[in-house]
């Protein structure tokens, strides 16, 4: 893999890992109600890549579907997490997405598991577990829960990715298109004051979406697409766990999250075990999205 490939990889995974802290910031800080930011988000990606939408793809409302799934349906519950969770916690506790794909996999589409990708599952939970018990972690257990729903909600849809037939860069128009058509009804029926944040601080807000509505919907899954296009999977995905380690350090250093010895340890052994799953082959699901499932 060209060095110029592997720089870009790991800018990608930065863009992922600052996005955390910048929906933190704007569902937080800034008030915007999870829902309707999600939304937003979804509708600026799908401005851009709106042409994508034709030819209409086969069996087009699976595709609507696992976009849901894999887009704005994992990160607004993601987003409505951040709400109680600082991200550092957050993002440890979205490793749990890989184990989960693996479990659903097997349930679902009958994937065989060996010894070890067992122990790599078995790894993973508990790094998790462990990293929640630290004090952070059950102060905001509330938050916690939801980000641990978006990550079985974004297992679920990368369990059927294989299933169906568009490209990368198809998926996310899709994927923005379904998710801005459910999300915003949902969000003008359960959430309240949604303008207000936006009057009150319109460019934050505005900033806000732009980085992850565009720089990291469009510009850094365009880079992470075209990585798997010209290389094996088995080279790129491993790099996607550089994504939870960044997220904590970048945690610790722009929102002040406490890092203590549990997370670091839970995140450790969970990392060690999402290795393993990654760098084990599958044939039942394809592994773009085995550790970083959210379009």
Known sequence: MPARTILLLILVNLLWALNVVVSKVAVDDLGMPPLF????????TLLVLFQLLRPL??????????????GGGSFALFAIGLSYADPSTAGIVSLSGAPMTVLLAIVLLGEDVGWRRGVGIALAIGGVVIAISSPSGLQSSAGLGWIGLSCLVGALGAVYVKKIDVGGKPLQAWSALASFVVLLPFSLATERDLVAPLAAHPWQVLGCLIFAGLVVSVYAHVIYFN?????????????????????????????????????????????????????????????????????
């Open 37 to 44: 930011y999600a939304a937003l988000r979804a509708l600026l």
């Open 57 to 70: 793809p086969r069996n087009w409302p699976l595709v609507a579907a696992v976009g849901l799934a894999i």
């Open 227 to 295: 990585a798997l296009k010209d290389h094996d999977a088995n080279l790129v995905v491993p790099f996607t766990l550089l994504h939870p380690l960044m997220t904590v350090a970048l945690g610790a250093w722009l929102t002040g999250d406490p890092v203590g010895v549990p997370l670091l340890v839970g995140g450790a052994i969970a990392v060690a075990g999402v290795s393993i799953l990654v760098l084990r082959p599958s044939e039942t699901f394809t592994k773009r999205f085995l550790v970083r499932s959210r379009l």
